[in-house]
């Protein structure tokens, strides 16, 4: 499984942006999909996580309200649309699969800045 995201960029804050996640390889291994982030200096935190069915979603209380993750199984493709975004540094954002024998597999990571 390869995960290749896309979507990040510098935005203002209030704005909205969307991540993508697009899958290669078997996707009938994946349990679930995460999507982390990570600012300068700060631990990564655990933004959003989606089953392989969508029957769990679970945020972030930072997020909640504003985030929304969801895939697309025919299209093998995991999104978070991002709205009312607050100020903060460049943060990674990386997408993750939980794959079964394998364990978390971690895509690149698009860069998102939110000027203030």
């Known amino acids: 499984v390869q995960l290749v995201e896309s979507g990040g960029g510098l935005v203002q804050a209030g704005a909205s942006l969307r991540l993508s996640c697009a899958v290669f390889?078997?996707?009938?291994?994946?349990?679930?999909m995460n999507w982390y982030r990570q600012a300068p200096g700060k631990q990564r935190e655990l933004v959003a996580t989606?089953?392989?069915?969508?029957?769990?979603?679970n945020y972030a209380d930072s997020v909640k309200g504003r985030f929304t993750i969801s895939r697309d199984n025919d299209k093998d493709t995991l999104y978070l649309p991002m709205n009312r975004l607050r100020p903060a540094a460049p943060t990674v954002y990386y997408c993750?699969?939980?794959?079964?024998?394998?364990?978390?597999?971690w895509g690149p990571g698009p860069q998102v800045t939110v000027s203030s």
């Open positions: 390889g078997s996707t009938i291994s994946i349990n679930a």
């Open positions: 989606i089953t392989n069915t969508g029957g769990y979603i």
């Open positions: 993750t699969a939980q794959v079964l024998r394998v364990g978390h597999v």
